[in-house]
């Protein structure tokens, strides 16, 4: 199945179009993470307006609350949740590995705790796509098994045979023609691995290729010298999602490279820190310095946040704990990423990523600054 | 000043247009709470689109944070917290006088040590007219003493001496002619007394008359009785305000007797608890029978949660924790109580407040139903 069509190419970075059976999605994207089946904070109805085309939803934690089968009872995730565009859901391979001692890898699957009630549980790559065939998710992820900074090489390489065995019968075990299967790509942080993970999946002709395990801890560096060695690899007809990446610099870096899709957690949790992005950076709202600024977070943003409210008023918001600091707060990053993420395409289509890439760069302070 | 025009009466029930600064707002009018500059959990644009025309806030906790006087340098609380609709501001008395031990009556003012910081504070009644002034609301409220229930008669009646004084202080104080400065009428549990108060404030002609102290752990014919001893002396052609209710048959009853405002943390508070109104009453959303009820909250209510949203997952949002369940359930709860107040204020138009009353009563159930 193709699911992307390559429009145009700058350099590396690709302009492309997602097909889904929820919609057309213009890459690069970028997913706004909705790990229990909303966005902490916002609602569908505010990720419309801003534009969103694509969510991502997590089948480990909605296996859990409400459940699967409650679901598709339900009509499945888009009717449930009202969201009637594309979602990819995660296996939630990440988030069962995360549990450290609570869980317990077998050859034929994974067993663990629950975070939220301590139940026992047993999933199977098979479980899991029947999962995200409940869960009516548009793409669906394999079953993998992420290894944390620092692995052994010996651990690592039996990792990654397990992840190609799970991915051969996650994709024996889906039936359902309408979803996409993307395979993830593993292997740590040895290039030969990745390498060897990447033309295994390969192999097993998914309809798109994630690259997971990354970002665990690991120098930045070390970090796109695995993304480097394999991207060469991958097909250029299949989309390639480079998986819970990350702050805007990191997106940019991940375009340079080729990649057409991202997820993470950072515009929203950081929001309901505090943490708002300005094209300079990122400025933390409870600063004292805040108190009086009358300007919006950004001048040039034309989110309703900023729009309507002031440096000072969302600083007392959130020293004073209102909730409507997260709602607000979560409106901007959301705004921030998908103009991101436009600017971006625009730059691809123009041609000029590599003019758009240095400007960014020059203006963009990491961390946090001081506006 | 003149603040309110009575455009009919349905026995008792009056409809009205009560003028203000910032629009004019139709009368029986519920006021959301917005203690600290926003109603919590909810947007002013929320507020606008589902008609409110007036919210409260809070003089004390304002002052406390972010502070009257930054408020008033950021151009006042309409423009501070980007409202352009009717803005009553509460003293804070009653705030205060819930402090307990922390707070220490002189004849001058109050002292109190903050409930944010433990920091020591001293207002007087000028001082509070002061803050509402900086704030820039348009009703303003004097400073009063709110007594518990049960206090004895001898402390209840020093106690409007004080209000009273305080009253007399706050109305020579108060020098700008473009706010409406209410009087608090007070008299605990003793009908004597409340008539004493009433009479009292009346002499001292305020825009309009507020009864305070009211639903403080009493019974509930005991707090009608005290309403039902002052309404008749209450002047015709000036607004009557009965604070801090109340629960949908509360409102009501007030409405019947003659009261024009009314405030309450009910709607929000409960909301965010995962209680919701039906026109019967309120259920528990977080109730197991829901998880997989695939109708909206109430079938006959327009809000965009019931528009959009089934109770299951109205339910899986509150059971994950998840932030977007306050925003929800407030949206909700505020609807109705603005749908209540405009089939209130259209059945007094139509002189048919009795049927409504009556109607409306067959059908409601007190405390949660079990829907």
């Known amino acids: 199945m193709e699911i992307i069509e390559i429009l145009k190419k700058s350099e590396n970075a690709r302009l492309g179009i997602l097909k889904t059976n929820h919609g057309n ?19 569908h109805k505010d990720l419309k307006e801003i534009g969103i085309q694509m969510i991502l939803s997590n ?42 001692v609570l869980r317990k890898i077998r050859p034929e699957g994974v067993e663990f705790q629950s975070h939220i009630d301590g139940s026992k549980h047993f999933l199977t790559p098979e479980r899991v796509i029947e999962i995200q065939d409940n869960i009516g998710s548009d793409i669906w992820m394999c079953l993998d098994e992420c290894v944390p900074y620092p692995s052994s090489y010996e651990y690592t390489e039996k990792s ?61 560096s070390l970090m796109w ?59 933390n709202i409870k600063n004292a310095k805040y108190q009086k600024d009358k300007r919006p977070i950004d001048e040039n943003c034309g989110c309703y946040t900023c729009r309507t409210y002031s440096r000072a008023y969302l600083r007392h918001l959130i020293v004073s704990h209102e909730l409507t600091s997260f709602y607000l707060n979560t409106l901007h990053n959301i705004y921030f ?35």
């Open 225 to 283: 010298d695995m993304v480097d060695a394999i991207m060469e690899m991958l097909p250029h007809d299949k989309p390639r999602y480079l998986m819970g990446l990350g702050f805007p610099e990191d997106i940019i870096e991940g375009v340079k490279r080729g990649i057409d899709m991202f997820d993470c957690i950072i515009p929203t949790r950081v929001a309901r820190n505090g943490g708002l992005f300005t094209w300079e950076g990122k400025i």
């Open 25 to 43: 999605v213009d890459t690069p994207v970028f997913m706004p993470v909705g790990t229990q089946g909303t966005i902490k904070a916002a609602t």
């Open 160 to 220: 990654i045979e397990l992840t190609k065995k799970w991915a051969e019968r996650s994709k024996k075990a889906k039936k359902n023609g309408k979803a996409a299967l993307f395979g993830i790509i593993q292997g740590g942080f040895y290039k030969d691995l990745r390498i060897r993970s990447a033309n295994e999946l390969i192999e097993l002709d998914f309809d798109g290729y994630a690259i997971g395990g990354l970002s665990v801890g690991e120098p930045k």
């Open 59 to 100: 089948a480990y934690h909605l296996y859990l609350r409400p459940g699967d089968t409650l679901i598709k009872d339900l009509g499945g995730i888009h009717k449930f949740s009202s969201w009637d565009k594309a979602v990819l859901t995660d296996s939630g391979g990440y988030q069962i590995f995360s549990l450290g």
């Open 337 to 371: 990423y998908n103009e991101l993420l436009k600017k971006i395409r625009e730059a691809i289509k123009m041609d000029v990523f590599d003019e758009f890439y240095n400007e960014f760069k020059s203006r963009w302070k990491g961390g946090e600054i001081n506006d």
